[in-house]
Every structure is written in C-alpha cells, then in structure tokens.
C-alpha cells in the first residue's frame, strides 16, 4: 500500500493568507504572521524537526508514532496536546476511526493525521467564511476545527436514527432473528459512538472551563452546546433501540 505523505504550511494575519509546501526545517516563527503547518502521514524525521524546531514534547510524538485513538488534551509546558477522531460509517458494522493530533503554541497550530482526514479544505473554507478568524489568535483556528469536527458527528446520529426506522418498518411485517441481530448491532453502535461523544465533551470541557477568559473561545461555545444534544438523542435512540428489541423479541418467540 503506497501511504501518501503531504504537507502545507499556511501563515496568514489580519491582511492575507499565504499557503506553501516548503521543507519543515524553513519555517520562519514571529514575522508577523499566524502559522498553521499540517501534515498528512509524517515521516520519523519529520516528527523529529518538530520536536527540534518547536520542542513537541517527545512522549506526545511517541503517540502519534503509535497511532494512538485516546481521545484527550494535555497542558505540556507552553503547549496544548489534543487527539480528536474523525468518526465516519464504512457501514453500519464498520466505523472507521482517524485520529487526528493538535500541538497548538503561541501564533502556530500544527495538525496531524492520516490521508483520510482533509483538514486543509475545511481550513480554507473557513477562512473564506469567516474571516474574523484571521484577526484573532491560533486559537480561533484551532477551535475552530475542532467544531467542524464535532459538527460532523451528527451524520452518525443520522445514519443510527435511519437504520432504526428501517428495521422497525421490516420487522413490523416479518419479525425474524436478522431483525433481532440488526437490532443488536444499533444498540451496540449507540454505546460505541456515545462513549466517542463523552470523550469529546470533556475534550471541550477543559477547554472552556481553562479558557474561558478568551474571547476566541465563543469559535467553540455553540459545539458545546450541540455535543450535549447529540449525547442525549443517541441515549434516546438506545432507549428506543432496546424496547423496540425487547418488544420483537417477544413477538418472533410467540411466533
């Protein structure tokens, strides 16, 4: 399998955007200029560069060489660590899991993840949509991201709440044990993604709870919010999921 490896490094300040695939080790910190560097399936040296150019604490690097799904934020000196997941359907039974690592500093932000995440297109839509983005700290962009990425968990919700409807629609005709296997399986997909959601929330709140006295923490407070409904409607769905099963289940043994 051929792993594609990428990189970009945008500056940009309250005037313009620059964008660049220039070598890591030309990076110029302090001229003016926010810096955002993401990379896509860095190389061993790569990392080490960071760990030289903006003192990336080792055992973080050491995560991200593992490919490490945990999510979780740490304070490590002058710098905040973040692992966030981009969670996605293959299938019902499949859900594919990509991590995605933050080391924000002081005016720099650099992502890391694999080919399947595309930070960059997300980024350059925000900065087309907002540009107050640009007149404030890293940390606008940094929340920032992370709401797209919270944004996009409600597909899961969505694509649960359709499954259930299907299923409850076949089994109203015909009650069989596939129904109750699809049954199963919802109620189990329903914990997994609730126990992703709960590490996410209390990703953000950390965050707002730390940081509070920033303004451009308001680039997170409306994906607080909404993390906490999409909780409560998977709890509500795996309610709805287990009393649907339980009620089938009596019904396919009756028969």
């Not at 007149?135 to 940094?142: G, N």
């Not at 992370?146 to 919700?157: A, F, G, P, Q, R």
């Not at 006295?213 to 308001?218: L, N």
Request: with cysteine.
């Amino acid at each position: 399998m051929v792993v594609l490896v990428q990189k970009s490094i945008i500056y940009y300040n309250d005037q313009e955007v620059k964008e660049d695939e220039v070598n890591i080790s030309n990076v110029t910190l302090n001229n003016g200029y926010k810096l955002w560097i993401d990379l896509t399936n860095p190389t061993s040296l790569e990392l080490t560069k960071l760990h030289e150019i903006f003192r990336i604490d080792k055992d973080a690097i050491k995560k991200i060489e593992r490919n490490s799904k945990r999510q979780q934020i740490l304070i490590l000196d002058d710098q905040k660590f973040t692992i966030l997941l981009q969670l996605k359907y293959k299938t019902l039974k499949h859900l594919e899991t990509h991590p995605i690592y933050f080391f924000v500093g002081n005016e720099w932000l650099i992502t890391i993840h694999s080919e399947n995440v595309d930070l960059l297109s997300q980024g350059r839509k925000m900065f087309l949509k907002n540009n107050k983005i640009l007149e404030y700290s890293i940390d606008a962009l940094y929340y920032s991201i992370i709401t797209s990425i919270i944004d996009s968990y409600e597909l899961l919700v969505t694509a649960i709440e359709l499954k259930l409807l299907d299923f409850e629609k076949d089994a109203q005709y015909k009650p069989s044990k596939a129904t109750l296997t699809h049954f199963d399986l919802l109620s189990k997909q329903s914990i997994m993604i609730r126990r992703y959601f709960w590490h996410a929330r209390n990703i953000k709140n950390y965050l707002k709870n730390t940081e509070q006295d920033k303004e451009d923490i308001k680039y997170l407070n409306v994906v607080y919010d909404d993390i906490n409904q999409l909780i409560d409607m998977v709890e509500s769905y795996r309610d709805t999921i287990n009393s649907t099963r339980e009620y089938f289940l009596q019904v396919f043994h009756c028969n």
